[in-house]
């Protein structure tokens, strides 16, 4: 291959497992000609790809040096890992799977500790009366400074800031650094919350930090030479069909006489797309709409005359210029 586009996928466990599935369902089939234990492969039926298999962490750097050109990871690596994620990538697409949150919790016997700022009150205090600070075990070091010094997050969250600590940083299990005697309060990932719970520990009411879940990631490092960038587009495009198609649902109605203004009043209601168009008087009219409005829309077309309606899933859609594409488009070109 020459100059082939580099695609970083977990090597091992559940998230492998999901994205492997998540890609296959979009026709990108991951084949490695060694067996499973070879940490090369390719995609079946699509040219210039090689799949390199490494860890979750491992793809966060390499998108953020530009060894790989797209990779898949959880967000919260990328917000740990690369400290000027925009600048360095691309969040192209998230895939429904590996959700976590990154959350501050303290210790359920401080009951008067709810939010931030009351653990800045705590940590003030510590410094006042026992002349040391507050002490936070976490492997997010980088996220937990931004928090604690009351950055706005990605997706609008901020905390009050807190001064008075210092890191610890966790090498094992965080969540039992409290209980242990190294730490005052844990900065930690969370799927459930269970794990917390069983260590007597409560999370914050706006210490939620990151909501986090698995990311299809481009490099603005990398080589995107033309090779490259067409193969990108090539799995960008299965994508966006596969995903698109996840979303909605397809709606055959039938009418006798013309559907024009009708369209166009279920698609500022409903949200609701004519991908082919006006039908003639007599043939079915398609609609496209998202799941959450499937009924809505059936009982508007029942309402409107519509004769025999019919709903259904499909496997992919194929729009032309799907905004997955145009925002890696836009991303390479502005780098």
Same mark, same amino acid.
Request: glycine fraction near 8%; charge should be neutral.
């Given at each position: 291959?020459?100059?082939?586009?580099?695609?970083?996928? +977990?090597?091992?466990?559940?998230?492998? *497992?999901?994205?492997?599935?998540?890609?296959? %369902?979009?026709?990108?089939?991951?084949?490695?000609?060694?067996?499973?234990?070879?940490?090369?492969?390719? &995609?079946?039926?699509?040219?210039?790809?090689?799949?390199?298999?490494?860890?979750?962490?491992?793809?966060?750097?390499?998108?953020?040096?530009?060894?790989?050109?797209?990779?898949?990871?959880?967000?919260?690596?990328?917000?740990?890992?690369?400290?000027?994620?925009?600048?360095?990538?691309?969040?192209?697409?998230?895939?429904?799977?590996?959700?976590?949150?990154? =959350?501050?919790?303290?210790?359920?016997?401080?009951?008067?500790?709810?939010?931030?700022?009351?653990?800045?009150?705590?940590?003030?205090?510590?410094?006042?009366?026992?002349?040391?600070?507050?002490?936070?075990?976490?492997?997010?070091?980088?996220?937990?400074?931004?928090?604690?010094?009351?950055?706005?997050?990605?997706?609008?969250?901020?905390?009050?800031?807190?001064?008075?600590?210092?890191?610890?940083?966790?090498?094992?299990?965080?969540?039992?650094? +409290?209980?242990?005697?190294?730490?005052?309060?844990?900065?930690?990932?969370?799927?459930?919350?269970?794990?917390? $719970?069983?260590?007597?520990?409560?999370?914050?009411?706006?210490?939620?930090?990151?909501?986090?879940?698995?990311?299809?990631? @481009?490099?603005?490092?990398?080589?995107?030479? +033309?090779?490259? $960038?067409?193969?990108?587009?090539?799995?960008?495009?299965?994508?966006?069909?596969?995903?698109?198609? %996840?979303?909605?649902? *397809? =709606?055959?109605?039938?009418? *006798?006489?013309?559907?024009?203004?009708?369209?166009?009043?279920?698609?500022?209601?409903?949200?609701?797309?004519? +991908?082919?168009?006006?039908?003639?008087?007599?043939?079915?009219?398609?609609?496209?709409?998202?799941?959450?409005?499937?009924?809505?829309?059936?009982?508007?077309?029942?309402?409107?005359?519509?004769?025999?309606?019919?709903?259904?899933?499909?496997?992919?859609?194929? *729009?032309?210029?799907?905004?997955?594409? @145009?925002?890696?488009?836009?991303? &390479?070109?502005?780098?």
């Amino acid at each position: 291959m020459s100059n082939p586009l580099i695609l970083g996928v +977990p090597s091992k466990g559940r998230l492998q *497992e999901n994205v492997q599935g998540f890609f296959a %369902r979009a026709g990108l089939v991951f084949t490695r000609s060694g067996g499973a234990r070879e940490y090369r492969g390719a &995609i079946a039926d699509v040219a210039n790809i090689e799949v390199a298999y490494l860890s979750a962490s491992e793809i966060a750097g390499q998108l953020a040096s530009g060894a790989v050109h797209l990779g898949v990871t959880g967000e919260d690596l990328i917000r740990e890992t690369i400290p000027d994620a925009a600048s360095s990538v691309k969040l192209l697409q998230p895939l429904g799977f590996g959700y976590a949150d990154v =959350v501050v919790a303290v210790p359920k016997a401080w009951i008067d500790v709810r939010d931030m700022a009351d653990l800045d009150d705590v940590a003030e205090d510590m410094r006042r009366r026992h002349g040391r600070r507050l002490r936070v075990a976490t492997k997010y070091v980088n996220l937990t400074r931004r928090f604690f010094a009351g950055e706005v997050a990605r997706d609008g969250r901020s905390a009050a800031g807190v001064t008075n600590y210092r890191i610890v940083e966790s090498s094992g299990a965080t969540e039992g650094a +409290p209980a242990a005697g190294v730490a005052d309060v844990v900065v930690d990932i969370t799927t459930t919350g269970a794990t917390l $719970t069983a260590n007597a520990l409560k999370v914050l009411d706006d210490g939620v930090m990151l909501k986090s879940q698995a990311q299809l990631v @481009a490099s603005l490092g990398a080589d995107w030479s +033309p090779d490259a $960038t067409r193969a990108a587009r090539t799995i960008l495009t299965r994508i966006a069909a596969e995903v698109r198609a %996840r979303a909605i649902r *397809e =709606v055959r109605a039938s009418f *006798e006489s013309r559907v024009e203004r009708l369209i166009v009043e279920l698609g500022a209601r409903f949200d609701a797309r004519a +991908p082919f168009g006006a039908p003639s008087p007599g043939s079915p009219l398609v609609l496209h709409v998202p799941k959450r409005a499937m009924f809505g829309l059936v009982e508007a077309l029942s309402a409107a005359g519509a004769g025999t309606v019919t709903v259904s899933t499909v496997e992919d859609v194929f *729009e032309p210029d799907p905004p997955l594409v @145009a925002t890696f488009d836009a991303a &390479i070109a502005g780098r």
